[in-house]
């Protein structure tokens, strides 16, 4: 694929922000070659790629924490050189990131005015000053916060506000978003979406990097492809279509994104039944049977992880009972929990799941040291044995497996979590949103082993947010709502529509049918 | 990007991992200390001397390998010098009352124990952090020695007692270095050979991760303030039977050193990495500096002072030398 020659007609103003003939290598990596991009006032940039692509070498880039090693930068044809973050924040670029890079023990105010506060007599900072022009600049972009609120008390959502707030602060021209809506509800992402329509309308100049098709599809005006540290392609959004998209990403066409599958359901394999927590989650109960993919879906805090959680032995149950297989199952800890052979690769990825610090090996086989080892001393070539032979049924891309976890990059993390599970030859397995944050490369690779797994007569759950990976995968879902299983839909049942108005409190979906 | 069937097990050489490593570093210091002091002083090549050398680390090395476990854990326990005063103090009262050899011994390991299993108890059950948990009974314990012996001293140790911290076994070779490098040797099995020592690593890379493994996590780190109590009850049997008499402020600030020790020997005050290989040597460089300041005639501030700025040194060597290579990541 070529670079598309820009078209001068769709050029109505002139770039904000241009990068022209970016690389930068690291020792033995080549983060970025040769790279342009142009961000123009009022308009949304979206910036797609594959994990490793380069994408956040960019943000560091632009934000001033890297310097380029050649190339140049300029802000409104003027060429400048942001060498600290400082001055990158100065010529009036700032990023949201997904983790956002504010300060939980300070307040709103404070986190919007940190290094440039209204100042008063003998250089004190006037407090009063700053809490009136914060509270302006949050109702500015209609956010109910109060100014002394202390960050550590706010969610994701509301801290991303706060950085909004803090964009407008600067009279930010450039703002980054990498993967805002990421840890975002339902409700949230949508008010984020306005406030993005608001942030255009003011003229800023966005750049918006986001794993999600639909999204981009939805606020972007531009597009940009990396790849493999180069800009593979980038036009107007109403001159793509998806599949355009994913294909320069990937670099080759992807045309199957789920893998088909005859399921052949076997006997019970995980029976829960009444399952009750005091304030998470309410009369859980179902059945999963061997050679199931199992769906559960609703919005960020509908309890899917807790009951996952639950059943994987990190909280107690109130009440309620679980059978595996045919046996009644006490789980009280994880230890016990895989005894059992129900194991959980959760969420995040980052704390929960992979050790980083420890080699690929060694998290492989931490679950199984009682399999590998004899009499408690370790025997390292039966670890190299087992690491080796999970990490190659997932594919999975790495130096060596003496090398740190941390290393890898998130799809390859997440299969070395999932690698480590299946290492204990589970008969449960709870996925909980196994591809959340990977790169297009890495989910088409967990999807295809889903499939397979549940092709051998693993019992699978898979918790999701995303509509196309549940209706791609699950061969039943269940829609959880504020602690409580709302809806139930077999394979043929299954529309969007109905996932999503059964997640939202508007009723099963089904009802249509009955009447 | 390396083809997916063909990833290797390990990429480094055995040899050239090994001459990148910490423990390379401090052997290199190790034996340019003992160059030095053997041009400084005629005395110190004489095996005798020598052997009177390894009394400056045997007693606070037998602590810091499982404290080394513990910090690798991401834990630490201060209360090792007064867990050492408390069991001296019973030991003392114990011989007093006229008890055995043997008693005595059990004396120092029981009470050991128990200040260990109390520290596990507020840690783990009751979620405290051990930093503050051990300062706390740092406090307690030696408390409980000065209420107990006051201003006196018990000096009433029978006299096959001495063998712990005076004896010999073969030679030049004492019973505290034998046991230094028994100790050595076991420990070194428990973290680098075993499940529960790559266990303690899992924990203190990531403790969260090590739960969601399956791993019980309060009970490895229970093993391990256990097992710092019952090396600091085996310490104070050492150092008792060495000095041949207690007063409440024996070991008085040894928890310090032991740290110092652990972290000299490359383990990560903030847990996840380290070696007890890294402390044996640690302890040897601790050792002969003090031993050849000591044939020297340098007063013992200067001691500190030079191990302090060891510490500091060894430390910020390999920061600043990174910083020198052009920046990276």
């Known amino acids: ?515 | 990007m390396s083809d997916a069937r063909h990833i290797p097990d390990r990429l480094d050489r055995p040899l050239r991992r090994l001459l990148r490593s910490w423990e390379f570093l401090l052997a290199l210091v190790a034996v340019a200390i003992f160059i030095a002091n053997s041009l400084a002083s005629p005395y110190f090549l004489n095996p005798w001397n020598l052997s009177d050398a390894t009394y400056n680390f045997t007693e606070l090395g037998l602590i810091a390998f499982p404290m080394a476990m513990l910090i690798v854990a991401g834990e630490i326990d201060l209360s090792v010098a007064s867990t050492i005063a408390l069991a001296s103090t019973l030991m003392g009262a114990a011989a007093t009352a006229g008890a055995p050899i043997a008693v005595l011994v059990l004396i120092g390991l029981v009470v050991g124990l128990f200040c260990g299993a109390f520290n596990a108890v507020l840690v783990t059950r009751l979620g405290l952090p051990s930093i503050v948990v051990t300062i706390g009974t740092m406090s307690l314990y030696r408390g409980l020695s000065y209420i107990i012996l006051g201003n006196q001293a018990y000096t009433a140790y029978p006299t096959g007692f001495a063998y712990f911290g005076q004896g010999y076994v073969f030679w030049v070779f004492s019973f505290e270095l034998v046991l230094f490098v028994l100790m050595a040797v076991v420990f070194g099995a428990l973290q680098h050979r075993t499940s529960f020592g790559r266990m303690v690593y899992a924990i203190g890379n990531n403790p969260t991760g090590a739960l969601f493994s399956g791993i019980r996590v309060a009970r490895v780190k229970a093993i391990l303030f256990l097992l710092t109590g019952l090396m600091s009850g085996i310490a104070a049997v050492c150092l008792t039977s060495r000095l041949g008499s207690t007063r409440p402020s024996i070991a008085l600030g040894w928890e310090l050193q032991v740290v110092t020790m652990v972290v000299l020997g490359g383990v990560d005050i903030l847990g996840g990495s380290g070696t007890i290989p890294g402390v044996v040597l640690a302890a040897l460089v601790m050792g002969l500096v003090t031993f050849g300041f000591g044939l020297l005639n340098v007063p013992g501030i200067v001691m500190s002072i030079f191990i302090g700025l060891l510490l500091i040194g060894v430390i910020a060597l390999p920061r600043l030398w990174s910083r020198l290579k052009p920046r990276g990541t």
């Open chain 1, 1 to 515: 694929m070529t670079v598309l020659p820009p078209r001068a007609d769709l050029q109505t103003t002139d770039p904000v922000l241009t990068l022209t003939g970016i690389s930068k290598s690291f020792p033995g990596v080549r983060a970025l070659h040769d790279v342009a991009l142009e961000l123009y006032p009022g308009q949304v940039t979206a910036l797609v790629g594959e994990n490793g692509a380069g994408k956040s070498t960019i943000v560091k880039i632009l934000t001033g924490i890297y310097q380029p090693d050649t190339g140049a930068i300029a802000v409104a044809g003027q060429q400048t050189h942001f060498s600290t973050a400082a001055a990158a924040e100065a010529a009036g670029v700032t990023a949201i990131h997904q983790e956002t890079v504010l300060f939980d023990e300070l307040t709103v105010a404070e986190n919007i005015f940190l290094g440039h506060a209204p100042r008063g007599r003998m250089g004190l900072i006037d407090w009063r000053a700053m809490n009136e022009a914060a509270r302006a600049l949050l109702a500015r972009i209609g956010a109910d916060l109060d100014p002394s609120a202390r960050l550590r008390d706010l969610g994701i959502a509301s801290k991303h506000l706060v950085s909004i707030a803090r964009a407008l602060s600067i009279d930010a021209r450039v703002v980054i978003m990498d993967e805002p809506t990421a840890a975002l509800s339902h409700k949230e992402i949508h008010e984020l979406y306005a406030l993005v329509e608001r942030l255009k309308a003011e003229g800023k100049a966005i750049l918006f990097i986001s794993h999600k098709f639909d999204e981009i599809f939805r606020i972007a005006d531009r597009w940009a492809v990396f790849r493999d540290g180069e800009l593979v392609g980038h036009g107007m959004m109403r001159d793509v279509h998806e599949a355009q998209l994913v294909r320069l990403m990937v670099g080759r066409s992807v045309d199957q994104i789920f893998p088909k599958r005859q399921p052949k359901l076997g006997p019970p394999a995980l029976t829960v039944a009444g399952y009750c927590h005091p304030t998470e989650f309410d009369d859980i109960r179902f059945t999963l049977h061997e050679g199931e993919i199992l769906g559960f879906y609703g919005l960020i805090g509908a309890g899917r992880s807790e009951v996952m959680q639950s059943l994987f032995g990190l909280t107690k149950p109130s009440k309620g009972a679980c059978r595996i297989g045919d046996r009644i199952a006490v789980i009280r800890s994880t230890a016990e929990a895989i005894a059992n052979g129900i194991v959980y690769v959760p969420e995040d990825r980052g704390t929960q799941g992979a050790i980083k610090g420890l080699p690929i090996f060694q998290n492989v086989t931490l679950p199984s040291l009682a399999r590998t080892s004899r009499k408690g001393f370790l025997r390292l070539a039966e670890e190299f044995r087992l690491a080796r032979e999970f990490t190659s049924r997932l594919d999975l891309r790495a130096a060596s497996l003496d090398q740190d976890v941390a290393l890898l990059s998130g799809g390859n993390q997440q299969k070395v979590v999932i690698a480590k599970w299946l290492a204990t030859k589970p008969r449960v397995i709870i996925l909980d949103e196994p591809t959340k944050g990977i790169d297009i490369g890495s989910k088409a690779a967990v999807h295809e082993f889903m499939a397979e797994l549940a092709g051998q007569g693993l019992a699978v759950i898979m918790v999701s947010s995303e509509i196309p990976e549940i209706m791609g995968m699950s061969d039943r879902v269940i829609v959880m709502r504020e602690g409580r299983m709302v809806a139930e839909y077999a394979r043929d049942e299954m529309t969007p529509e109905r996932l999503v108005r059964a997640a939202a409190g508007l009723g099963d979906g089904m009802e249509e049918d009955r009447a």
